[in-house]
């Protein structure tokens, strides 16, 4: 059973800043792609961030505009999800995913093709 556990959402102001953590056990952590996944009411879910746990190396959709960061943790194994000037918009739940070992897809082409193992997901409310 892959562990990937979400915290940190709640609700904010817009403007307003979120960091979102997602821990994961040494087996699904080490040297893979893991990232974030949102989905808002009555829409599908979209990438957000995937990054490489081995080097760090970062991959973003186009829409983020700089206000969101992917970042890892190698001593804690864990990914977090540092949002800022955040706006009604950003209202999902926010989901961190895994990719499988045994998987060949890169880990910039999983914000397309998505995560294999997923979280229960974290809401994150923008209002004011």
């Known amino acids: 059973q892959v562990r990937l556990e979400e915290s940190g959402g709640g609700s904010v102001q817009p403007g307003g800043s979120l960091t979102l953590t997602c821990a994961a056990d040494y087996r699904i952590y080490d040297n893979n792609c893991m990232g974030w996944f949102r989905q808002a009411p009555g829409k599908e879910r979209e990438a957000v961030a995937t990054?490489?746990?081995?080097?760090?190396?970062?991959y973003y959709t186009e829409s983020r505009e700089d206000r969101i960061v992917i970042s890892r943790d190698n001593g804690r194994k864990l990914i977090e999800l540092h949002m800022n000037r955040l706006k009604p918009e950003d209202t999902a739940i926010y989901y961190c995913?895994?990719?499988?070992?045994?998987?060949?897809?890169?880990?910039?082409?999983?914000?397309?093709?998505?995560?294999?193992?997923w979280g229960r997901g974290t809401q994150v409310t923008v209002s004011s």
């Open positions: 995913g895994a990719r499988r070992r045994d998987s060949s897809v890169l880990c910039g082409e999983s914000l397309v093709r998505g995560l294999d193992y």
């Open positions: 990054i490489y746990t081995g080097d760090g190396k970062a």
